[in-house]
């Protein structure tokens, strides 16, 4: 069974209303038993109060008040009187209260609104911070009192975040040029030495191995400052059309699809996005050309562009394990058989997810009953799709 849970404002209500509710029921049962008890330390029977025998005629008339007969025949006797009084007090006290009670919850549910306001204005703000956004305070002005002291120390924590979100851009920026910069320069060298004349063939070995080792630096790198990048969210943003996206790397990929051996069919819908071209490019370029690589020759590759999803990318290649799916996310993680020779950084997926994510969006993935995967990436809808463009390249 699922546990029922109550908003603070519900609850608080709730405690409110049925504390008066139990102090009015305590007050109605003490009033109904106070009414209810007869005065035994007052009271005078009427039977032991003393008569004396007045003379006739000495006491002149007095006018005798008239009752209606119907109505002093209601009740036989004063028990009879008391027990409907005490009825009718009962009855109209009952219905007093539940109006009173009624009434309590109404003026609850306002204070509570009034009291939890500042923790409204916390939620608010909490949910329009993001990585691209961090000056929103809260600002509260009220009473020193619990609620300023926690607005006071959500407005600090997010002093501490900004400080640190800077010191990480100032990071990833002083990374890029301090780490590009010797690979560029041992490039450089390689290549001056491997065209000297005299160049030994032992050397030109050599030196292409340490071009292939530096070029796979140079990607791990690029990828590990782009992963930084897309992990602190988006500090821009601008319409897309991501179609036009789709077929430009298409394009650039064709000669690496025919050295696979492999055809890439693209269904692009009109599609626009909000977010950065750079890194939706690398998303869309990580895709379609590990869809590419991770097959096999005489493969296919199908490049979707929509609504829902925005983009889906299915090849086909080695079957892979729906238990193996979740792990190629993850950095470094690589899928490995003996056909299957991994040539990229394992940051390829890693990436997708992360630029998915900086962008509200959700990438997921599972295995194609043909063999290789089935990728869906969920961004945000902002228009409406035209119709469909077809192609072939490969």
């Not at 007095?62 to 009879?80: K, S």
């Not at 009173?100 to 306002?110: E, F, I, R």
């Not at 780490?179 to 030994?200: K, S, Y």
């Not at 990728?375 to 902002?382: H, I, K, S």
Request: aromatic residues 4%; proline residues 6%; hydrophobic residues 45%.
């Amino acid at each position: 069974m699922k546990e029922l849970r109550l908003s603070i404002r519900t609850r608080l209500t709730a405690w409110y209303g049925g504390l008066f509710a139990l102090a009015g029921t305590a007050l109605l049962i003490t009033n109904y038993v106070l009414v209810a008890t007869p005065d035994t330390l007052g009271a005078v029977r009427a039977t032991e109060v003393p008569t004396k025998s007045v003379p006739t005629g000495s006491v002149p008339a007095v006018p005798v008040a008239r009752y209606d007969v119907a109505q002093t025949q209601a009740f036989d006797t004063v028990e009879d009187y008391r027990a409907s009084a005490l009825s009718t007090l009962l009855l109209q006290s009952v219905v007093a209260l539940v109006v009173t009670v009624v009434l309590a919850v109404w003026m609850g549910w306002l204070l509570a609104s009034r009291v939890l306001q500042p923790l409204h204005s916390i939620t608010n703000t909490a949910h329009q911070l993001g990585a691209d956004n961090l000056g929103r305070r809260i600002n509260h002005e009220g009473p020193d009192d619990e609620l300023k002291d926690l607005a006071d120390t959500f407005d600090g924590m997010l002093d501490r975040l900004t400080g640190a979100f800077d010191s990480q851009k100032r990071f990833v920026a002083n990374a890029s040029h301090e780490l590009r910069t010797p690979l560029a320069i041992q490039r450089t060298l390689i290549e001056v030495a491997m065209g000297a004349p005299d160049a030994p063939p032992e050397l030109a070995r050599l030196g292409n191995h340490l071009l292939d080792t530096n070029t796979r630096s140079e990607k791990l790198i690029d990828g590990l400052l782009l992963l930084a990048r897309s992990d602190r969210g988006l500090s821009s943003r601008e319409r897309i059309r991501l179609h036009e996206v789709v077929a430009d790397v298409v394009a650039s990929s064709a000669e690496l699809a025919d050295s696979r051996q492999v055809e890439v069919h693209v269904s692009a819908s009109r599609r626009i996005v909000v977010g950065d071209p750079v890194l939706l490019s690398h998303l869309v370029s990580n895709l379609i050309r590990n869809a590419i690589l991770y097959n096999k020759p005489g493969g296919t590759v199908h490049v979707e562009t929509g609504s829902e999803p925005a983009l889906r990318v299915v090849n086909t290649g080695e079957p892979i394990p729906a238990e193996v799916v979740p792990g190629l996310f993850e950095p470094f993680q690589r899928y490995r058989t003996e056909r299957l020779v991994s040539e990229g950084t394992g940051l390829g997926l890693s990436l997708v997810r992360s630029i998915a994510a900086a962008h509200d969006g959700s990438v997921t993935a599972r295995p194609n009953e043909t063999g290789g995967l089935l990728l869906e990436v969920n961004l945000p809808v902002t228009d409406v799709r035209a119709p469909p463009m077809y192609g072939k390249i490969g």
